[in-house]
């Protein structure tokens, strides 16, 4: 499965922003998807996954209320809508896809090539 992550760019803090990511096959849905962000000298850090069908959904303590995580079957596309964006969400932020929704990166055996989020005060 090929990730092709966009949506990224420059907002002011308290804006909204959603980042879009599309699967290159038709086995999209058998997926559970997940999002992540790595700030510079940071670790990569979980932010949201959803389960293949969309019926369960999980956050980061620090995106929970601010963030959505949704996906479009028949689009092949899975969506991170950020809102209420705050400066320390500046990163860059990758899609992956996995068996089983999970908070490790370990967890997830495709990823895309990422987009920058940045956020300024």
């Known amino acids: 499965v090929q990730l092709q992550a966009s949506g990224g760019g420059l907002v002011q803090a308290g804006d909204s922003l959603r980042l879009s990511c599309v699967a290159s096959?038709?086995?999209?849905?058998?997926?559970?998807m997940g999002w992540f962000r790595q700030a510079p000298g940071k670790e990569r850090e979980f932010v949201a996954a959803?389960?293949?069908?969309?019926?369960?959904?999980v956050y980061a303590d620090s995106v929970k209320g601010r963030f959505t995580i949704s996906r479009d079957n028949a689009k092949d596309t899975v969506y991170l809508q950020m809102s209420s964006l705050k400066p320390e969400d500046t990163a860059v932020y990758y899609c992956?896809?996995?068996?089983?929704?999970?908070?490790?990166?370990?967890?997830?055996?495709?990823w895309g090539q990422g987009t920058q989020v940045t956020v300024s005060s």
């Open positions: 959803i389960t293949w069908s969309g019926g369960s959904t």
């Open positions: 992956a896809a996995g068996i089983r929704v999970a908070r490790t990166y370990e967890q997830y055996n495709y």
């Open positions: 096959r038709r086995t999209f849905s058998n997926f559970a």
